[in-house]
């Protein structure tokens, strides 16, 4: 086997400065008791004013006045990690988060798909650089090897054991992750690399440092089994976004929208799924505000996700100022991409029948959209009856004469002298059971103007001629 792995090293700062409208602004996170507020981690800009992790606030407010807080959430920062162990399912079938700060995956067996090492690196250093992760990554034969590598340098891939082993002898006690604080100790008694730990007698390391240690060492070097807790994912998409401020109008709620179905999109396409009905939660002061987004079909594309809710969130009224956003996805059915030409001629600019609906649906509402099917009464006003969704099978309508493109909602007089019959007459007899009872003779006329009318007169007459609809 070969682990790669991902080291965060601003995990938590990353999930705030990537649903932020102003990244390069001063921001830090904050922690600590009420009494004592502390620096978790600051971006680039803040620590360009002099902001330092560990650093008091009050310390940082006498520096830097003007700066963003956000209170660290340790809940939070677990919540980011389990989502981008999600992300790495993606890749590869073992996957870990058991260690905070970082993920390790199992490559090898993912070579043959997505080609070796260095283009599987680039692949994964791009979504992450995408998904807005700052990252480090290493490869090594051992888990835990790849992690104390991916922690001294970035980039660092090893593949032979005795390889491995040479690297490992070099690194300090102090960087090797060693459990129970135990590099710090080693340091402060003159052990200074890995080398001289595995030389001491490992009677007397279990004495001071305890079995822990020496476990640790034997699963680093590969001399042990390393099992691992691995990742299996959840069967629903729930994530939340705190806006820090109140937002009081739909187009500042855009930025976070896109970056909540961007998550779906990419957990929808580890599971290779779809979803068909989600609701984005509009989080206020003590109460909340549900958006429902259903569609005819599973979808994926984030593009379309996006254009769908931004349409419903547009037609939806904010009661109170908004301070959270929250999407929630239960049912996630298998997803079955349309099926597409090879030589496809349609236009670029132009959407696919099953994007178009469902753009429509969302401008226009769930029942302005809909297909028409064929009932068994002869009677024009009752020949057809709408069909939600795609599921349901339409038969073939029966065998009848030609009828108008244009029918008339309700029957109007019609009055030309010069009428000409073109066909007919056509008997209709029905309704009888509905108390709407219909009997009429429908002919094809031709008007003065060359208009071709469908139009019935009672049965037997010639007159009094009751326009019913047009032929184009």
């Avoid at 994964?124 to 888990?143: C, K, N, Q, V, Y």
């Avoid at 769908?308 to 100022?321: A, H, M, V």
Wanted: hydrophobic residues 45%; proline residues 8%; positive net charge.
């Amino acid at each position: 086997m070969l682990w790669a792995c991902i080291a965060l090293p601003q995990l938590a700062l990353d999930a705030v400065l990537r649903r932020s409208a102003d990244p390069d602004a001063p921001l830090a996170l904050v922690g600590g008791s009420a009494q004592l507020r502390t620096l978790h981690a600051v971006n680039a800009a803040a620590a360009q004013a002099g902001l330092k992790p560990g650093m008091r606030l009050t310390a940082a407010l006498a520096l830097l006045p003007d700066f963003a807080k956000v209170n660290y959430e340790p809940a939070s920062e677990a919540r980011w990690q389990r989502f981008l162990a999600a992300w790495a399912y993606r890749h590869s079938s073992l996957v870990s988060a058991q260690w905070p700060g970082c993920i390790v995956l199992e490559v090898r067996a993912s070579f043959q798909l997505l080609g070796p090492w260095p283009r599987m690196e680039a692949r994964l250093r791009s979504e992450l650089t995408t998904l807005g992760f700052g990252h480090r990554i290493a490869m090594a034969p051992t888990p835990r090897a790849a992690r104390v590598l991916a922690g001294l340098q970035d980039g660092v891939s090893v593949s032979n054991p005795l390889a491995m082993q040479a690297l490992l002898d070099k690194v300090p006690v102090r960087r090797a992750n060693l459990p129970d604080n135990a590099g710090e100790r080693l340091q402060r008694m003159g052990i200074r690399d890995l080398r001289t730990l595995r030389a001491l007698p490992r009677d007397s390391l279990r004495r001071r440092f305890g079995a822990d240690l020496l476990q640790h060492i034997e699963q680093l070097y590969g001399e042990a089994d390393d099992p691992l807790t691995h990742y299996a994912p959840p069967d629903q998409f729930d994530a939340k976004l705190e806006l820090g401020h109140e937002v009081e109008n739909h187009m500042a709620l855009l930025f976070p929208l896109r970056r909540l179905i961007g998550d779906l999109c990419t957990y929808l396409s580890i599971r290779d799924g779809g979803v068909q009905r989600f609701v984005l939660r509009l989080e206020h002061e003590g109460a909340h505000t549900d958006v429902e987004v259903g569609l005819l079909a599973a979808e994926r594309e984030p593009a379309i996700l996006f254009e769908l809710t931004r349409n419903r969130l547009e037609r939806t009224s904010i009661p109170k100022p908004v301070v959270g956003m929250r999407l929630l996805a239960r049912e996630l059915p298998a997803f079955v991409p349309a099926a597409r030409d090879l030589f496809e001629l349609r236009a670029q600019q132009s959407l696919p029948w099953p994007h178009l609906r469902e753009r429509l649906r969302a401008r226009l509402g769930d029942d302005a959209v809909y297909r028409v099917a064929p009932s068994g009464d002869p009677r024009p006003e009752h020949a057809w009856h709408r069909v939600q969704g795609d599921s349901a099978h339409i038969p073939d309508a029966p065998h009848r004469p030609p009828r108008p493109l244009w029918l008339l909602p309700r029957a109007v007089p019609l009055r030309d002298r010069d009428l000409r019959i073109v066909s007919g007459p056509e008997r209709l007899e029905s309704g009888w059971w509905d108390g709407a009872d219909a009997r009429r003779d429908y002919y094809v006329l031709e008007t003065s103007r060359g208009q071709r009318a469908w139009a019935f007169v009672p049965p037997g007459e010639c007159d009094g001629w009751m326009l019913h609809g047009w032929f184009a």
